[in-house]
């Protein structure tokens, strides 16, 4: 019943019902990337350079999208693209959702200097621009999907670990846990199975909203050199590779930025969304 309530409260927001359904088929056209996409990403078609989309002048129907500056297709680097980029956004939120839910869970049950250790930590890496943190992680380790992976990870850590933590401390004081603790649990049981399930509303909500953040600073990563290389078909990379034909060649450019746009947006309605559904004062 609860989840069925959940579901009905959710579905009363149609920006994030229609966000839900649009993301759902990016992951299943990303899943089946191999059988979708017209061509082979990094396949070099002789003649057919900077070719517009197939309903402009000049355009032919085997390119819907057209192509690149070297003869790649289009839609079929962006089909390829979105695999790259909802991996590396799950990447991050796996990442960040665990290292994040234990050192919040630990500052926020734990206390003295377990939590102040970790808060000024938190505030150290939040003390710097979030790209330029990822900047400098990236030319550290070297510039790689990967690494990039890692550098938008720490760049999302502080806002899970002081959301976590939050909901700790007000879960923790709470009539429930002073019960489990008069009956003799153990710290761990206390933490894990009866503090942490009840936080989860504020995590699944912010988890959604990472997704977003750690495409969209991917992106950038791959934009300026320092994540995934060529000829990876990685949306922040086509944007770089296309940047000098903005004028000329506007479609290499648009493409990749409507896909960002559309995903970073679906994801934040969706965030908003269920938020409004978690949310017990809407309750």
């Known amino acids: 019943?609860?989840?069925?309530?959940?579901?009905?409260?959710?579905?009363?927001?149609?920006?994030?019902l229609a966000s839900l359904a649009v993301l759902s088929i990016l992951c299943l056209v990303a899943l089946l990337a191999p059988?979708?996409?017209?061509?082979?990403?990094a396949e070099v078609h002789e003649g057919v350079l900077n070719l517009p989309p197939a309903w402009m002048s000049g355009g032919h129907s085997q390119f819907w999208l057209g192509t690149d500056d070297i003869g790649r297709d289009v839609l079929s680097r962006l089909i390829y693209g979105a695999r790259v980029s909802l991996g590396v956004g799950a990447m991050v939120v796996?990442?960040?959702?665990?290292?994040?839910?234990?050192?919040?869970?630990?500052?926020?049950?734990?206390?003295?200097?377990?939590?102040?250790?970790?808060?000024?930590?938190?505030d150290i890496l939040m003390s710097l621009p979030s790209i330029l943190l990822a900047i400098v992680v990236v030319a550290v380790l070297g510039p790689s999907l990967t690494n990039a992976v890692i550098a938008v990870s720490v760049v999302a850590l502080p806002s899970f670990i002081r959301i976590v933590r939050a909901s700790v401390l007000a879960e923790k004081a709470k009539p429930y846990v002073?019960?489990?603790?008069?009956?003799?649990?153990?710290?761990?049981?206390?933490?894990?199975?009866?503090?942490?399930?009840n936080c989860m509303a504020p995590i699944i909500v912010q988890a959604t909203l990472g997704f977003s953040?750690?495409?969209?600073?991917?992106?950038?990563?791959?934009?300026?050199?320092l994540g995934a290389q060529p000829p990876t078909p990685e949306w922040g990379v086509m944007l770089s590779d296309a940047r000098s034909y903005i004028e000329t060649a506007w479609w290499m450019v648009t493409m990749p930025g409507l896909c960002i746009l559309v995903v970073v947006l679906c994801f934040n309605l969706l965030g908003d969304g269920l938020r409004d559904a978690l949310d017990p004062k809407l309750k």
Request: hydrophobic share 50%; glycine share 12%; aromatic share 12%.
């Open 1 to 16: 019943m609860e989840y069925r309530r959940l579901w009905r409260a959710f579905c009363r927001n149609k920006g994030a």
């Open 35 to 41: 059988w979708v996409a017209p061509h082979d990403p």
């Open 94 to 122: 796996t990442l960040t959702l665990s290292f994040g839910a234990l050192l919040g869970l630990l500052a926020g049950y734990f206390g003295g200097w377990i939590d102040s250790t970790i808060l000024r930590g938190v």
């Open 178 to 197: 002073d019960a489990t603790v008069s009956f003799g649990a153990s710290h761990t049981r206390i933490a894990i199975k009866n503090i942490l399930p």
């Open 213 to 225: 953040d750690g495409i969209l600073n991917a992106a950038a990563l791959g934009f300026l050199g």
